[in-house]
């Protein structure tokens, strides 16, 4: 029988999945119903690329005038993340990249710097405690007791001890010693200065056994000096 060849118009939906094992069986499924041909093209998921590099924080830099900002052809890839700012504008000159790897180009970004907002209040600060520590190297907390005023409380490490004066200190009486006490009596002419037994220093009385007594004679009377009580 003699062969013929027939035209059938169709429509051609390919649909991806990644669920079947195309490197095993190497084979797909094509499906024609009403006209339409639906294939399934048995696609699988690539391995996961490498980890792109850190972004690169902005930097700002001031022109005073668009001359100031260097042309293209003079910035490296060193360069990406920097961006020029013409005084009186809110828009910025950024350095990007064209493509990932590829050279440089500049970027502008429109009103990248809002509108300068209002003055705010100068902060006070004021020292609230400060107290000494023998460890560490000491802190400091700062509060905010009211809007736009703050205390400080510092604990401060103490320092190392100092090696002992060869200095004589300056000359004071003994009343001002911090180890006399007058104990409520004032001293006199003839009170020795005496340790008590509490440790304090003060004014006593000396204290003498009868010893010899001796009168006073005069030439007139010197026989007088041997005679009455005592």
């Known amino acids: 029988m003699a062969g013929f060849n027939f035209t059938l118009p169709m429509t051609l939906n390919l649909r991806l999945h990644d669920e079947w094992d195309i490197r095993t069986t190497g084979r797909g499924v094509a499906e024609i119903e009403a006209g339409n041909m639906d294939v399934d093209i048995l696609a699988y998921k690539g391995d996961d690329g490498a980890p792109g590099r850190d972004g690169t924080p902005v930097q700002i ?64 600060l004021e020292v609230r405690s400060v107290t000494s520590t023998t460890e560490g190297n000491g802190s400091v907390v700062f509060e905010e007791i009211s809007p736009g005023a703050y205390v400080a409380d510092f604990v401060l490490r103490k320092g190392d001890v100092g090696a002992a004066s060869t200095v004589p200190g300056p000359a004071a009486a003994v009343e001002a010693a911090t180890d006399y006490d007058d104990d409520g009596t004032a001293a006199v002419t003839g009170d020795v200065l005496a340790k008590r037994s509490d440790g304090q220093w003060g004014p006593r009385k000396i204290v003498q056994s009868p010893g010899v007594y001796k009168k006073a004679g005069s030439a007139a009377d010197w026989l007088a000096v041997n005679s009455g009580n005592g």
Do not use: C, N
């Open 61 to 124: 830099h001031r022109a005073q005038i668009p001359a100031d900002i260097p042309t293209i052809g003079e910035l490296s890839p060193e360069w990406i993340g920097h961006a020029w700012r013409v005084d009186g504008s809110r828009d910025v000159k950024m350095v990007v990249e064209e493509y990932p790897g590829g050279p440089v180009k500049f970027e502008t970004l429109t009103d990248y710097l809002g509108d300068e907002g209002d003055t705010g209040a100068v902060p006070t």
